[in-house]
């Protein structure tokens, strides 16, 4: 079926991940960019997958978005999920602040224990904008951990579907501004090293010793 | 005199060699005029040896031969320093205390060779046309024949003095007197004082300098048979344990388990200097000759490198990386052949003949001594840490200590690492491992617990599976010999739980099977709770804590409990709730991933293609469904075993208490409002607040809700009777239908990454000391190694692809790296007490070799040869001195010691004395001030002279006034 005649053409293909606790909202987020709407799905009993085709910056994309389990009973199965992906989003919702926290203890770890692409666009979404009464967690504690841990950051409902389109496209562009992932996007392509400048020291293999 | 040569030349001839003259006379203008800035823009090339020497040269013609004159000069540099000794300057400055000079000589392609007549008359025309363009040069020509290394030389140094110079050279039968230091001092006053003189009764004020070089003794002097030709993996499955019965240097180094290196450190030459002071007498000299080289002002080192380090052919060096290379030419066969078997039968058939030869399987007695190495020895616990760098995950390959990494690198020792032994020794590794399966007998060198690695190679993960698969069938087979006579083998059962708690009405609970069960079960601890396959769930068990309420037996029997969860009570029954045993999570390899993956991928891309045709909701949400229906069947099926397991623990629960339970935030709490309003209520038990009030949340509420259809399809059964999410025989097997079936390049594939992670692990554990360089150098290997070896994962290699070359070139970074490590290795050890020199000189070393390290170009060979130097500080004398240990009677056996200046019984190997007359003279060139007579001090006589114990150099200059 992946040979089908009505496929359409696209130049890039990203691997988007969604991540984060259960409840935040990324099956709705999800659903909102996808189809515009807004219902009360179950609680994902694994993982939901959906694909869309945008046209950024001029480049024909097809997202391969994949949407994860926050329950933890499935975690073990998610880990292999976050391989190959060229971008992860990170959702917590900003009416409850262990959601937040968890980001940090639970989720990084994560990422940095599955992620195989060093070079992976990392984005932090704080959902359920619209419950602004009851928020919990400030816009600026949600920029400070982003700047800490070098994500993108933005606030987004996904039921008055406010930032949705935004959150997806800005994460988009910086993939799309990141040559290692555009090579990997961009299927045939290949690096070699050995033709192009010796490798440089990175800031994580010369700070030993 | 050399005029009056010129004055017997005729005419024709007189008039070319006034031609030759002004000739020199205009390239010297030209080169006076342009000074050193222009000169370097034009194309001055600097000396190698030196920082700031550079020269320029131009052609000459005379009487059908042609010259070549070369000027030398300085440009400052901040490096320079102004020794006498300074290792940079040219052998012209360190003869006659020059700075800047011209040499002419006739070019050294015509082969011609100035006799001494002819040398003088080449270098008066040089005179004369220096003098023209009143130029202070000092010219030297070469006299005789190049080895001999004769000079004569001139320079004009003002309108009254000139300098002349000679230097000549004695390659046997050096008289004794000038074998001592004594007589050589003779020799230079000799220059000077006349014979009449009594020497012992005039002093002169000689200044004297000396620079002597000593060189220890080869450090592997007794052994250099071993070392290069020694065949190193003809049959020997492991080199290095029965030929080899004298310690070598690197016996303690991490590599020595596989291979011996070459110490690449020869020796040290020492330089040790005594600086400047006047000398007044013979006897004065007499004594210095008995002065140890510790009285010397200063000492400097450098090591002696092999050979073999420089050497771009790296035939004749073993080690990893050359080993490596071996494995490449075998992945490169590998896509000649379907299976493994095919490699090993293909020795019937007639092939070329030296194909055949490199291409020996080991006899069988190699064979099964690897066998046993890998298998039977060391079932302790590997300890897989060991040797990782923070890297290692990076490289796809097997932990160094695991069972397949310990296969790749036995096989790179075996037989050469050729395609056929390989499989030969594959076919063996197999077999082994299926025999362990059908005996369940522990797979060694590998964790049979935790989770499955997936950043190690599928070969590891698979046979980390089967390590888990073992461990479950060894458990259920024990499970079945403690309890003979079991009527209840066929499910595959876990022990079941109770601990305290249920004892008293647990005759009541328990069904006449399960009662048996619980005879035969042995305590339960949090291991064998894992180990089976089961886990108590995250919730706080308090299992002696069983409360009034389950005393109330109810009509169906509590099966599978954990314990009770706090002291949460079910909604529709006034009970404790139960805290169920689950079954583990099945554990997965990557290739199990990838195929859920692609499952879920698949049908992702036949929704868009109908989504992208018809756009409407109702697919969209039919998607939902259908993906919850498809693809995530695992999950659904760790959910559906979780809730009948909850069922079974908690006979009267609903729906809600098992959301309770597993999914906590989807239960809303009525809580926050009742307890300001609980007076209001009193129907609520106030002990228990029974029942508990609150709602599920809207999206677990929702109609058709999928969790809830489920859990109307689960039936209760506790978990040591379901269906076992993970099959241990089921598994096992068809990880032995991998190994067993595995094409022959996947195999090689996956060797090639974990015999490359495994040989940066095991030289990763060297001692160097604290070597930033080498650290850094090695966690570069890492990146490198993963970036080149990542195709292999993606790709369909193919024989000779690019991919191939590729691999072959990081083998030769990774011999650049192996090749450093040794040197650090080897200095570490042997500046143990002086780590400073250790470091300075590693640096050194280091930062020569930068250029040509991590291109992994093929075939470079550079002409420098490493020779940067080291000042040994005072405190660290002592570790050097203890370098040149006294001779043995052999070797001062072979020797008779000429020289004197004796460091622990050996005499230097060359040596350096710069004997020199200073006087003032009045300069009265200088025209301009007549009345201040200028006063300069100048080197009217200077001698330099150097030697071994058998010849003797010595070059003279001596300023007169003509
Ligand atoms: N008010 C409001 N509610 C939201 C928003 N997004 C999601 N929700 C609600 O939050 C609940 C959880 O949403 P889900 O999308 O199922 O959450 P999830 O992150 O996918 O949860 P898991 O699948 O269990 O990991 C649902 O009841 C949604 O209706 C939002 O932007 N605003
Ligand atoms: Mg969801």
């Known amino acids: 079926m992946d040979s089908s005649s009505n496929q359409p053409e696209f130049d890039y293909l990203f691997k988007l991940l969604m991540i984060g606790d259960s409840g935040v909202g990324k099956s709705s987020l999800l659903l909102s960019f996808t189809s515009e709407t807004f219902e009360d799905l179950s609680p994902t009993i694994g993982v939901d997958f959906k694909v869309k085709y945008v046209n950024v910056g001029g480049k024909k994309l097809k997202l391969a978005i994949w949407d994860t389990a926050g329950q933890e009973r499935f975690r073990t199965l998610t880990s292999s999920y976050y391989r190959g992906a060229q971008g992860i989003i990170m959702v917590y919702d900003v009416t409850r602040r262990d959601t937040f926290t968890n980001l940090s203890q639970?989720?990084?770890?994560?990422?940095?224990?599955?992620?195989?692409?060093?070079?992976c666009i990392k984005m932090l979404v704080g959902n359920k904008l619209d419950k602004e009464s009851n928020r919990a967690v400030t816009k600026k504690e949600g920029i400070n951990f982003a700047r800490d841990y070098g994500c993108l950051f933005i606030e987004c409902s996904a039921k008055t579907r406010v930032n949705v389109q935004q959150c997806f496209e800005e994460l988009v562009l910086k993939i799309l501004d990141t040559p290692s992932l555009l090579a990997e996007g961009s299927k045939g392509m290949k690096t070699n090293i050995f033709k192009e400048r010796p490798p440089q020291t990175d800031a994580s293999t010369s700070s030993c010793c | 005199m050399l005029m009056q040569v010129e004055h017997f030349d005729d005419f024709t001839l007189a008039s070319s060699w006034?031609?030759?003259?002004?000739e020199i006379e205009a390239v010297c203008r030209q080169w006076m005029a342009d000074g050193p800035k222009n000169l370097l823009e034009k194309g001055a090339v600097r000396l190698e040896f030196s920082k700031n020497l550079y020269k320029v040269k131009s052609e000459l013609k005379y009487a059908s031969k042609s010259y070549c004159m070369e000027y030398y000069f300085e440009i400052p540099h901040n490096e320079s320093k102004g020794s006498v000794w300074n290792f940079s300057l040219h052998e012209m400055q360190l003869c006659f205390g020059v700075k800047e000079f011209l040499v002419i000589a006739p070019q050294s392609a015509s082969g011609v060779v100035l006799d001494a007549p002819e040398a003088s008359k080449l270098l008066s025309a040089v005179a004369i046309a220096l003098s023209n363009c009143s130029s202070l040069l000092p010219v030297v020509v070469p006299v005789h024949d190049p080895s001999r290394k004769a000079y004569i030389g001139i320079q004009n140094m003002g309108t009254v003095f000139t300098r002349r110079f000679e230097a000549d050279h004695m390659g046997t039968q050096v008289p004794v007197q000038l074998m001592h230091l004594e007589g050589l001092y003779e020799l230079f006053i000799s220059k000077f004082a006349y014979s009449t003189l009594d020497l012992s009764v005039h002093l002169f004020k000689v200044h004297f300098t000396m620079k002597l070089t000593y060189r220890t003794l080869p450090y592997d002097e007794d052994d250099d048979v071993q070392g290069t030709d020694t065949e190193p993996t003809e049959s020997e499955g492991n080199p290095g344990d029965d030929t080899h019965n004298k310690a070598q240097w690197d016996d303690d180094c991490p590599w020595s388990e596989w291979y011996s290196a070459e110490d690449p450190i020869k020796g040290f030459e020492l330089i040790a200097i005594w600086s400047e002071k006047m000398v007044e007498s013979s006897l004065q000299m007499a004594e210095l000759e008995n002065d140890s080289p510790r009285e010397a002002d200063k000492w400097i080192i450098f090591p002696q490198l092999s050979q073999n380090l420089s050497d771009a052919s790296n035939g004749n060096q073993v080690g990893f990386a050359s080993q490596m290379h071996l494995l490449i030419d075998a992945l490169d066969m590998s896509f000649e052949a379907q299976f493994m078997e095919d490699f090993v039968s293909a020795v019937e058939n007639p092939g070329p003949d030296n194909l055949k030869a490199s291409r020996v399987i080991p006899p069988p007695s190699v064979v099964d001594r690897v066998l046993k190495e890998l298998f039977r020895e060391g079932m302790r616990d590997p300890n897989f840490a060991k040797g990782e760098h923070k890297n290692s995950r990076v490289v796809k390959g097997a932990p160094l200590e695991s069972l397949f990494a310990q296969f790749c690198l036995h096989s790179l020792w075996f037989g050469n690492c050729n395609i056929r032994a390989i499989a030969a020794l594959w076919i063996e590794f197999v077999r082994e491992v299926r025999w362990c399966w059908e005996e369940s007998q522990p797979l060694p060198k590998m964790p049979a617990n935790g989770s499955i690695d997936l950043s190690t190679c599928l070969i590891n993960q698979k046979l980390q599976m089967l390590a888990v698969c073992i461990e479950r069938k060894r458990e259920l087979n024990e499970d079945f010999e403690d309890c003979i006579g079991s009527m209840?083998?066929?499910?595959?059962?876990?022990?079941?739980?109770?601990?305290?708690?249920?004892?008293?009405?647990?005759?009541?609970?328990?069904?006449?099977?399960?009662?048996?069960?619980?005879?035969?079960?042995?305590?339960?601890?949090?291991?064998?709770?894992h180990g089976s396959g089961m886990t108590v769930s995250r919730f706080n068990n308090e299992p002696e804590d069983v409360g009034l309420a389950d005393l109330k037996a109810s009509d169906c029997i509590r099966r599978g409990s954990a314990g009770v969860v706090g002291s949460m009570m079910l909604l529709k029954s006034n009970q404790r709730m139960h805290t169920p045993l689950t079954q583990d999570a099945p554990l997965m390899t990557e290739d199990m991933h990838e195929e859920r993956l692609q499952a879920v991928e698949a049908f992702g891309n036949s929704f868009a293609n109908i989504s992208s045709e018809f756009t409407g909701l109702t697919e969209e949400a039919s998607s939902v469904i259908l993906l919850q229906n498809f693809s995530a069947q695992l999950e659904r099926d760790i959910l559906s075993s979780d809730m009948s397991a909850f069922k079974a623990a908690n006979p009267d629960a609903v729906f809600e208490d098992f959301i309770r339970w597993h999914s906590p935030k989807d239960w809303e709490d009525d809580d926050a409002q009742e307890n300001k309003s609980s007076e209001k209520l009193p129907i609520v038990d106030s002990d228990h607040g029974w029942p508990p009030q609150g709602q599920l949340s809207q999206r677990m509420s929702e109609h058709g809700n999928?969790?809830?259809?489920?859990?109307?399809?689960?039936?209760a059964l506790p978990a040591s009777e379901q269906k076992p999410l993970l099959d241990p025989n089921r598994e096992g097997e068809k990880v032995l239908h991998y190994l067993e079936t595995l094409r022959p390049h996947q195999l090689l594939e996956q060797m090639v990454c974990t015999a490359f992670r495994a040989s940066a692990?095991?030289?990763n554990q060297t001692s160097h000391g604290s070597l930033g360089q080498m650290a850094i150098k090695i966690g570069q290997i890492y990146v490198t190694m993963a970036s080149v070896l990542k195709p292999l994962q993606v790709d369909r290699l193919s024989a000779g692809s690019e991919i191939i070359e590729d691999l072959r070139r990081l083998c030769v970074v990774l011999e650049h790296v192996e090749k450093l490590l040794t040197v650090a290795a080897s200095l570490h050890r042997k500046f143990l007490q002086a780590p400073r020199l250790s470091e300075a000189i590693f640096s050194d070393y280091y930062n020569f070799n930068l250029p040509r390290m991590g291109t992994g170009s093929l075939g470079e060979s550079t002409e420098m040869t490493f020779n940067k130097k080291q000042q040994v500080r005072i405190h660290e004398r002592p570790v050097v001195s203890n370098m040149f240990t006294h001779p043995t009677a052999n070797q001062?056996?072979?020797?008779?010691?000429?020289?004197?200046?004796?460091?622990?019984?050996?005499?230097?190997?060359?040596?350096?004395i710069i004997f020199s007359i200073r006087d003032r003279v009045s300069g009265n060139h200088y025209a301009a001030y007549p009345s201040r007579v200028y006063q300069e001090e100048i080197e009217t006589y200077r001698m330099y002279i150097c030697g071994t114990s058998n010849d003797l150099r010595v070059a003279l200059s001596v300023v007169s006034c003509d």
């Open chain 1, 106 to 119: 639970v989720w990084a770890k994560e990422i940095d224990l599955y992620s195989t692409n060093q070079d």
């Open chain 2, 18 to 22: 006034e031609r030759f003259i002004s």
């Open chain 2, 488 to 529: 209840d083998q066929a499910s595959p059962r876990v022990k079941e739980d109770d601990p305290v708690g249920e004892e008293s009405d647990s005759s009541i609970m328990w069904t006449p099977g399960e009662d048996f069960d619980r005879k035969c079960d042995s305590p339960m601890t949090p291991e064998n709770l």
């Open chain 2, 706 to 715: 999928i969790w809830r259809n489920i859990w109307n399809d689960a039936p």
């Open chain 2, 761 to 763: 692990d095991t030289l």
């Open chain 2, 892 to 912: 001062s056996w072979r020797k008779v010691l000429s020289m004197g200046n004796l460091l622990n019984g050996h005499e230097p190997i060359f040596r350096e």
